[in-house]
Structures are given as C-alpha cells and as structure tokens.
C-alpha cells in the first residue's frame, strides 16, 4: 500500500498548496488595499490617468478607452489592423459611447 | 474501501509500468492546464487592478471627434460644460504621443496641470517649471535619464528640448506609468505647439455619481460633436479587453482545448493491444467488469488531477511569482516600453472549478469507456486480440 499512500500524500499537499496560493491572494490583496493600490489610486486622481501603460505601439492600444471608432482601420480604408497587440485586445464595445 | 485502495495500488503500479508514456501525458496534460490557467489569472488579476485603479479616474472625458477620429477640443467648451447642474471641476487636459527615433519608442506625453507636489510611487515631485520632467521607470531606463537627471526630446519645430528630471516613477506603478514623460501643461503645449484655445480633451468632476450619465448626455446634447466617455465605460472598456473574447484568451483557449481534444481523442478511440491484454488476464484471473472499470477511472484520475493541480500551480507561480514571463513574451506585440506585471493575485475559484470540471471528468471518461467495450468482451478474444 506504499504508492497509494504516496499518490494520496501528494495529492494532499498539492490540494493544500493551492489552497496556499488562494489564502495567500486574499492576503495580499487585503494588505495591497491598505497600501499599495490607495498610492496608485492617488496618482490616477491626480494625473487624471484613464489606461494601462501595456501596449504602447498604437494609440488604440495604448488608450482603448479613448479610441475612436475606426481606429484598427486607421490609416485608410480597409487597411488592416498592422499592431500584433490590437489581435490580442478584444473590440472595445465602450466605443460606442454609453450616451448613445 | 479496501478494495479501492487496493486498486488505487494496482492503478499506480500499471501506471509506473508505462512511466514514459504517463509521463508524457502529464506533462502534456499540465502544460495545457498551466497555459490556460496563466490566461485566467493574468486577465483576472488585469481586470481586478483596473476597477481598483480607475475608480479615482476622471468622472467623465470629454473628447472632440472630426470625421469619426479624435480630435482636438476648444477650451471654451469647458466654460459651458461647468455651467451643467451637479458638475464641479472641468479642466482642459494635455497630452498626446511622442515617438523617439532614437530608441524606437512611444512615450505618451502628459501636462500635469497645477500644483507641484509629490506623490507616494514618485520617487521626486512633479514638474515646477517648463524645463522639468517626470519620467516613468521605463522611459528613465530606455534613456538613461535616471543617472544623468536629463531628457532631450524633439520638439514639433524640429528643436531639441533639454528637461531636467524632477522625479521618477517608482516601478510599483510601472502598469500605469511606464511610458509617461509628465510635463507642465504650459510645457507641453508649446512642445506640441497646441493651437490656442485647444486641448485634447477636458475631464469633468461630477458631484453626484449617479447624475454622471445624465450628464454626460447633456453634454452629448450641447455639443453633437463630442464623445463623453463616463468612468464606467473606462472600467468596462477593461472588462471587454480581457474578457473570454479577446483574441489573448481565444487564442490559448483554442490551442488548449484542440491539443485536449487530440489527446481525449487518441484515449478514446481505443487502447493499446497491450492495455487489452491486461484486462483480458485480468478478467480471466477473476476480477469483475466493475474492478476493470474502477482500475482504469483511478488511472485517469491520477492523471487527470494530478496534471491538473500541477498545471494550476505552474500558471500561478509563473504570473504571480515571476511576472508572467513567458506569456508577456506573447503579448508584448511591438511595444518597446513594456511593464513588468507585479499584480496583486486574484485566484477565481469558480474558474478554477470550471477548468478542473471541464478536463478532469471528460479525460476519465475517454478513459473508461473504450476500457469498457474491452472488459464487457470475452477474455479469451481479448488476450487473444
């Protein structure tokens, strides 16, 4: 009964280090909430900031919030979309403005 | 449950006696899992950051479009949106986009507006003066701007700009500062040459949250050409680009589930002459068809949950304890300037039952049911082949 006790002992531990992982990401979100996110909530208050600095390439995909409607086909018409990151976002429905 | 457990033994002995191929199957099996699942938490915890972030972004932006495309806004528009009931703050914004040649980057140039005070995540205080800069980590690094406390940046005249570095974004902020050079307002209106009375756009402060969009269409009302875009379009428009659509998780969803289907495939159309003998001896030496059935579902449970928790805990440890390095690898695109991902984990337990659902049953089922039209057969035809 050696290797089921094994199999049962690692699956175990593998159960209890997950469980580790989701402790540990509400304890860290906890703390972050204390600390860290008030300090970058503070700068998006104060520069006024609306995106993610990730995909800097384009400016649709450096401010999907704030890009137009025909911006993947920006240059002229039918031109398609030359950013490999504006395959990787999906179509941003907010475009079309909440007010319409 | 000594009989299961008696079983569960034979399983992992039968298993160690293929290793390789368990092996290989695992591995498989995990690296499916831990892609997917570095999917998940990446997008999950990009979305959590981006509702905890943004909730201090600006209540409403205004932009001008022309001909469908963004365009610049007359401050004036301003004075009459401030005369709106609810509405507090309206102040013009400044900013736009700056390629450097010399680097081959974009930075996104920005005027901070009045006030000259320090923030927590920068290391320095903002621009006091024309000549002053603030640059995020990325853009200190690229140029080397962090030890020689300067940036030279080309102007819309063609003319060089000498800034003196006045802080430094800490790299804590880098998902939002990374490619930020924070300029005055002034500043960053000559260096655009902006046409007076312009700017890119006006941020408005309303007082009552709930007014916002009653607002914003008033705003849409008073100047057809405007787009009002409200905070919880910023918020949405976040939740969109990560969501189960966006071309990230489609692509390594597919690839995930077609690579799951070939090996689902492969088990379930049947098993290997030397799988089938086994059951035939073992049936011949008297174990019922129900003992065979138990056997091969603990083999695919082995399997199955091991590759399962091991992939979940591949993808976790890849995003949340070494910055996603191979995915950011994928999604980096063309981006010169791109942030490390320091993000808080956000573990989503009703995805992580979904995935698990969605791999575990299905693999133990294509594993059962070919090893049951063999075990319902006679042993001496099945031994025999």
Not at chain 2, 255 to 281: H, N, P
Request: charged fraction near 20%.
């Amino acid at each position: 009964m050696l290797k089921s006790r094994v199999f049962i002992f690692c699956t175990i531990g593998q159960m209890l280090v997950i469980a580790s992982f989701f402790l540990y990401g509400q304890a860290k979100s906890r703390a972050d909430l204390r600390g860290p996110v008030r300090e970058k909530q503070e700068l998006v208050s104060r520069l006024g900031l609306t995106d993610f600095a990730i995909w800097t390439e384009a400016r649709y995909t450096r401010h999907p919030s704030q890009t137009d409607f025909f911006s993947p086909f920006q240059d002229f018409p039918s031109s398609p979309d030359h950013f490999p990151a504006g395959s990787i976002i999906a179509p941003v429905r907010a475009a079309q403005g909440e007010t319409q | 449950m000594t009989r299961h457990g008696k079983i569960l033994e034979y399983a992992l002995s039968s298993l160690l006696r293929r290793k390789y191929k368990s092996l290989v199957i695992i591995v498989a099996f995990m690296l499916t899992i831990a892609a997917l699942s570095s999917v998940l938490f990446l997008t999950g915890s990009l979305k959590n950051e981006a509702t905890l972030m943004l909730q201090e972004a600006p209540d409403i932006i205004v932009q001008r479009t022309m001909a469908g495309r963004h365009d610049l806004i007359p401050t004036g528009y301003a004075e009459e949106i401030k005369k709106i009931r609810g509405v507090g703050t309206v102040s013009p914004r400044y900013w736009g986009y700056y390629y450097d040649a010399l680097v081959e980057a974009n930075y996104t140039l920005l005027g901070a507006g009045s006030g000259t005070e320090t923030l927590n995540l920068l290391a320095g205080r903002l621009p006091a003066t024309n000549s002053e800069c603030s640059l995020g980590a990325g853009v200190a690094e690229l140029r080397g701007s962090g030890d020689s406390g300067e940036l030279i940046l080309v102007n819309s005249r063609n003319t060089g700009v000498l800034f003196t570095v006045s802080g430094i974004f800490q790299t804590a902020s880098n998902l939002l500062t990374n490619d930020l050079v924070v300029l005055t307002d002034s500043a960053l209106i000559d260096f655009f040459g902006f046409p007076p009375g312009q700017a890119t756009d006006i941020s408005v402060e309303v007082r009552n949250m709930s007014e916002v969009p009653t607002v914003a269409a008033k705003i849409r009302q008073m100047f057809p050409d405007t787009r009002p875009i409200t905070r919880r379009e910023l918020v949405r428009t976040y939740d969109m680009v990560f969501n189960w659509r966006s071309g990230m998780m489609l692509t390594v969803f597919c690839a995930a589930v077609i690579s799951f289907c070939i090996m689902a495939w492969d088990k379930a159309t049947g098993i290997s002459a030397e799988e089938k003998q086994e059951i035939g001896i073992l049936k011949a030496i008297g174990w019922d068809t129900s003992d065979v059935l138990a056997l091969k579902c603990w083999e695919g449970l082995i399997i199955a949950l091991s590759s399962f928790m091991l992939g979940i805990t591949l993808g976790f440890v890849h995003i949340f304890f070494f910055d996603a390095f191979i995915l950011a690898a994928v999604i980096k695109g063309w981006s010169v300037l791109f942030p490390v991902f320091d993000l808080t984990p956000h573990l989503n337990l009703f995805h992580i039952f979904i995935m698990g659902f969605l791999s575990v049953i299905p693999y133990m089922a294509c594993t059962v049911l070919p090893t049951w039209k063999a075990a319902v057969a006679d042993p001496e035809t099945v031994m025999r082949g």
